[in-house]
């Protein structure tokens, strides 16, 4: 089959309304405004309600990107979901979401690496119109990880918050598009970053759910050494397989996580500050959603301009990193 260059034709997101802030945080654990500030660099974060699932929020920021696209849904070939926290075990979020946007018949699956998801998604969904086997894919990160959050547990209840960011991926002029990825995982970190129960090893019961084995599970400090020397690696990968150097990146979209890990990431790969994109004050770390929902937010400010090269760059459990470098067509 030939070869062809996948590339950006729309992107769309959708956040929960409610809104959770540190001050909100203050009445709920003992922490506070200030020590949520300075060592994560959020403010606030969007929170699901009721019973919005993480296909909901999927599905709205799907339609978003379709609309953005000027395409039909039925135009689509394959809907991948890139998502942490599915629906339930199956069928898939990307099937649920097939049905919400109304596509009879297109192939639709899930990928699971956590909150570098969407990074392994980018590299995944290419590779269909790459190869010519598709030539549009919806690719979504989406996850309602407050769902899955110990509200009595300060080191991860402040973190986290949910959210969807979606891209239609079509053919574009060779040479744009993805140009490199970059991806690895290390299984021997697996118990850094966990849910520990509800699959096939710890099987949900009365005991799981008693000793909260459902919620988030995180060793802070070793994911955090962790993420501030693969973030580098990672985007030293992707460079090296697409023959660049770093001056040639005009904007890094790094995965949302922590002020501090970014900017200790961004000084070891010694690039301006002014390149980074950061919203995660505003949203918390929202998983796989986190690097589409910065990406939208460079998108919608009008800096991008055709040639412009991108750098996606993320790391979660697993545990997993990656980066993507895509030439804005």
């Not at 392994?120 to 990160?141: D, N, R």
């Not at 993420?227 to 460079?239: C, F, M, S």
């Not at 000084?267 to 910065?294: C, Q, W």
Request: overall charge negative.
């Amino acid at each position: 089959m030939s070869k062809h260059a996948a590339g950006i034709a729309g992107m769309g997101v959708f956040v929960p309304e409610k809104i959770l802030t540190n001050a909100d945080l203050e009445k709920m654990v003992d922490t506070s405004d200030e020590w949520i500030r300075v060592r994560t660099g959020i403010i606030e974060r969007r929170i699901v309600e009721g019973d919005t699932a993480t296909s909901d929020l999927a599905a709205e920021a799907a339609k978003n990107a379709i609309k953005d696209a000027g395409i039909k849904p039925e135009d689509i070939d394959l809907i991948l979901v890139a998502t942490s926290t599915p629906d339930m075990i199956f069928p898939s979020t990307a099937c649920l979401v097939q049905s919400k946007l109304g596509i009879d018949g297109c192939a639709a699956f899930d990928l699971q690496a956590a909150c570098t998801g969407f990074v392994y998604g980018m590299t995944v969904a290419a590779q269909f119109i790459e190869t010519g086997m598709y030539e549009t894919v919806l690719l979504i990160g989406a996850d309602a990880f407050t769902r899955h959050i110990n509200w009595e547990d300060r080191d991860t209840c402040i973190l986290f918050g949910d959210g969807a960011g979606a891209v239609v991926l079509k053919r574009v002029e060779a040479g744009y598009g993805l140009i490199s990825s970059y991806l690895a995982a290390d299984g021997r970190g697996a118990d850094l970053l966990k849910i520990p129960a509800g699959g096939s090893a710890n099987p949900g019961s009365e005991e799981t759910v008693r000793d909260k084995l459902h919620y988030v599970q995180m060793n802070g400090n070793a994911v955090f050494k962790f993420a501030v020397r693969i973030l580098h690696e990672a985007a030293i990968g992707a460079l090296a397989n697409a023959g660049m150097l770093v001056e040639e990146i005009d904007y890094l979209v790094p995965h949302q996580a922590n002020i501090r890990i970014i900017d200790s990431a961004a000084a070891r790969l010694g690039i301006d500050k002014k390149k980074i994109i950061v919203n995660l004050e505003r949203y918390g770390n929202t998983s796989t959603a986190s690097i589409p929902l910065a990406l939208n937010d460079l998108y919608l400010s009008g800096k991008l301009k055709q040639g412009d090269n991108l750098m996606l760059v993320g790391f979660g459990a697993g545990l997993t990193w990656g980066a993507n470098i895509i030439k804005w067509y």
